[in-house]
């Protein structure tokens, strides 16, 4: 008798966000040391590990609650945010080395999410989708080659001379998701992109990325590409030319 092919199971999501009192825990992988945070936090700076002096942390938040948290002006080796939610905060004039905007994934607890000593298969336990609602990101540039939009969304938030490279390392959003947000200074050699990569899919648990009612009207565009986007659905800078077919793929 033919055995039929199993089905492969769906990733875990890890549980929603829950208010619950800040923690912190150091972990040492070989010679990264990482800070790792949770909980809620509201009307504060955001508040910074104690590190060695001249020595940026490294800091991966997961599952938090975050409101009104300002990140201006601080400096890290690496920010990674996993699971989590974040409303009306600001990273103005930030600096940062490295960057991961929404984690897809983790091994087993979702409280322990690094561990880079084996690849993460599609099936493995996966994060909800990091929400930015109302935040403002000003005045700080990305690292081109190490910036991760990944698993987020960002709803009504206020892009200000951030999306910014080259020709040579352009900056991917996929597979985040932008609505109702404003962009306004430059926005150069970057790719916004409507689909998510079939190898993503199971990770990620959705297979389009909603790009819609942005407003591009007051923001520079040089070599930017819309992939898979409804340009309709956006506002763009008076003068530019949309498509007939307002959505392409390059």
Not at 15 to 23: H, K, N
Not at 173 to 192: L, N
Request: hydrophobic content about 40%.
């Amino acid at each position: 008798m033919a055995v039929a092919p199993r089905r492969p199971r769906d990733p875990v999501v890890h549980p929603a966000v829950v208010a619950e009192p800040v923690w912190w825990r150091e972990e040492t992988h070989g010679l990264a040391r990482w800070w790792v945070m949770g909980g809620s936090l509201e009307e504060a700076r955001f508040p910074l590990p104690d590190v060695e002096s001249g020595q940026p942390p490294s800091v991966f938040v997961v599952g938090a609650l975050l409101r009104n948290i300002d990140f201006s002006g601080l400096t890290f080796d690496a920010l990674y945010i996993a699971g989590s939610i974040l409303d009306h905060c600001r990273f103005e004039a930030v600096s940062i080395q490295r960057v991961g905007f929404g984690v897809l994934q983790f091994h087993r607890d979702w409280r322990f999410p690094i561990n880079w000593s084996k690849p993460l298969p599609e099936d493995s336990p996966r994060y909800r989708e990091t929400v930015y609602t109302n935040c403002t990101f000003a005045d700080s540039k990305l690292p081109p080659r190490n910036t991760h939009f990944g698993n987020s969304r960002f709803d009504q938030c206020l892009f200000h001379d951030v999306l910014r490279s080259t020709v040579v390392a352009p900056l991917f959003t996929h597979p985040a998701e932008f609505i109702a947000c404003k962009f306004t200074g430059r926005v150069s050699c970057t790719v916004f992109d409507g689909t998510v990569r079939p190898n993503s899919v199971r990770r990620l648990g959705r297979a389009t990325c909603e790009i819609a009612r942005n407003d591009f009207s007051a923001a520079t565009l040089k070599s930017v590409d819309f992939r898979a986007v409804d340009l309709r659905a956006q506002m763009m800078p008076p003068g530019f030319a949309v498509p007939i077919e307002a959505s392409r793929d390059l």
